[in-house]
């Protein structure tokens, strides 16, 4: 019998249009937002990022995750405006309230995250890159910032919590209140961009971020005690400390019982060259 389907109140009508892109090679686990030009998210693309980060964090072959934008002019110009104006607050409520789980889900998962940012990375796409581990910027291809205060509003999909982690509170606020953006180079400066990359193409910037990711799959790294690492730091980082170091002895307990330690170790007692598996 067919089921009649009451559409959500305030809610954009649901699309079948593949708006997050998920590939697994060589180790990495790339997630591509696809919604060109701008790359702009809804809640429909967030619903898609998230089912995206959930596949990479539960797929053994995957190693380290990237997320990128599609094409060559944006990372992400963040939430869709549009799709903004034509909701209700309340649907705008648990659009934050989601997305703030989605990027959590991200900055909690065990293993790297890098943001490739191929583009201009503003406003809510700042955010997403934010909740990476890593970030790096492509030179003369892009401004970053969060301009939100322009529109009346806060950055409001984590931007005000990790940017002052980031940069500091004076600076955070500086930044946000005053709603410039600014250049890769200058990003890198204050903390916020790791890496900043020279390259032609699209094609090229890419690739030196995958040689750049490749660094931590095995057999070049134990993969696992690259992922604690992470989350001794993205959650111990937020405890008192006492709770930090119990959570880091846990983790370390885990690597010691790893077949990765067991090779790391053996590997220099007889000083040879160590080839993880990522197990």
Known sequence: MATSVTPRPGAPAPTDQVLVDYDVTDGLAIITLNDP??????YEMMRQLDQAILDARMADEAHVI???????????????????????P?????????????LNRLEQTPK?????????????????AMACDIRIGWKGHGKTGLPEVTLGVLPGTGGTQRLCRIVGKSKAIELMTEGRNFDYEEAKSIGIVNYVYDAETVEHFMQ?????AS???PPNKASMAVGHIKRAVQSGGEVPLEYGLALERELQAKLFSSGDAKI???????????????K
């Open 112 to 128: 790297l995250t890098i943001a490739a940012l191929n583009g201009h990375c503003v406003g809510g796409g700042l955010e997403y």
């Open 66 to 88: 990237i997320l990128r934008g599609q094409g060559d002019k944006f990372f992400s110009a963040g939430a869709n405006i549009g799709m903004l104006n034509s909701v209700t």
């Open 37 to 42: 030009p701008a790359n702009t998210y809804t």
């Open 215 to 217: 660094q931590f799959c």
């Open 90 to 102: 309340k649907f705008k409520y648990y659009f934050c309230l989601h997305a703030n789980e989605t």
């Open 208 to 212: 030196q971020v995958y040689d750049y």
């Open 264 to 278: 790391g170790l053996t590997a220099y007692v007889e000083k040879k060259k160590a080839e993880f598996t990522g």
